[in-house]
């Protein structure tokens, strides 16, 4: 079985279609998303709907919940959390009822999936000393997705020492344990501006990718609807 990973949509109505376009032309059995479907873009309904849609199984983020009222948005910054309350005000009443009835984190078909960490779904993993603190929790899975960072990347742990790999494609090694973020599909951070995703094969590899989007009309979308103009400008600086 391949599965399609993406995390972090963010209302990027644009990036998402093109990611799906790209995995639609692919072998793959399911789409799994980690999380953060709405927040900073300008098209949350459309996004829920096709999650809706296509049935992907999804995890509530940080986002979802502030967006759907779960949460207030108190530690988002200034442009985050305008965005966040604009989102709330968007939202149709099935779709907000829908994220919040997403979970925080879950397993598929024998690998774990959380939206920030298996210690806190809010957690940040951004080395490999924040890693080295979520692989005992892993239990009996000895792979693990991740999104929330919005920056790909793949930390594995064997015999006491963690590796940290930004190869685009890792086979799997018995005895090993992974945690894998597939980096956003609606804002990466990682200084490349395509969206990113990542398909992983059961029969043990990852393989990360990356898709060409309209950037152009997300940032329009964007500053029409009175987001703050740092959202626009991000997404061409992959930042």
Known sequence: MRYAIISDIHANL???????????????????????????????????????????????????????????????????????????????????VYLSGLPEEGTADGFMIVHGAPSDPDKYILSEYDAAEEFPLLGENILCFFGHTHVRVLYSYSGG???????????????????????????????????????YDDRGDVEFRRVAYSIEGAQKKIIESGLDRVLAERLSLGY
């Open 161 to 199: 020492d963690i590796e940290v790999s930004m190869s685009e494609r890792v086979y799997f090694t018995e005895g090993t344990s992974y945690l894998v973020n597939p980096g956003s599909v609606g804002q990466p951070r990682d200084r490349d501006p395509r969206a990113a995703y990542l398909i």
């Open 14 to 96: 644009e990036a998402f279609l093109a990611v799906l376009a790209e995995i639609d032309k692919s072998d793959t059995g399911r789409v799994i998303c980690l999380g953060d479907i709405v927040g900073y873009g300008a098209n949350p309904n459309e996004c829920v709907d096709i999650i809706k849609e296509r049935q992907i199984m999804s995890l509530i983020g940080n986002h979802d919940k502030a967006a759907c009222g779960i949460t207030e948005p108190y530690n988002f910054n200034p442009a985050a959390r305008r965005a966040v309350l604009w989102t709330r005000d968007e939202l149709t009443l099935a779709n907000r």
